[in-house]
């Protein structure tokens, strides 16, 4: 069992920057493959990147590339998400998840954990 905790959201200008961080806990962190996903008002929750276990593969909607890093400590329990140049598009509330089994990362159904979600306001 996995608990998540995102953290790191609020209000920012376009064009700023924000860090969004994922907490989890037990000590089984480091074997899960991690997860950010986003849902704006009124819209379907979509990937925005992932990361395997080791951190070694790592992967981005075309939204997010070039100006969303994805990271994690797992001496820490924790999983990043840098996210530089924001745009009002942006604005939604950002989850992570945790996956027990490898896989492309991409889908919503891959995802055995979830967190509870944190704001992410970003005005024009």
């Known amino acids: 069992q996995v608990q998540l905790g995102e953290s790191g959201g609020g209000l920012v200008q376009a064009g700023g920057s924000l860090r969004l961080s994922c907490a989890a806990s037990g000590r089984t962190f480091s074997t899960y493959g991690m997860g950010w996903f986003r849902q704006a008002p009124g819209k379907e929750r979509e990937f925005v990147a992932a990361i395997s276990w080791s951190g070694s593969t790592k992967s981005y909607a075309d939204s997010a590339k070039g100006r969303f890093t994805i990271s994690r400590d797992n001496a820490k329990n924790t999983m990043y998400l840098q996210m530089n140049s924001l745009k009002p598009e942006d604005t939604a509330v950002y989850y992570c998840?945790?996956?027990?089994?490898?896989?492309?990362?991409?889908?919503?159904?891959?995802?055995?954990?979830w967190g509870q979600g944190t704001q992410v306001t970003v005005s024009s």
């Open positions: 998840a945790a996956a027990r089994y490898s896989g492309t990362y991409y889908s919503l159904g891959e995802y055995d954990y």
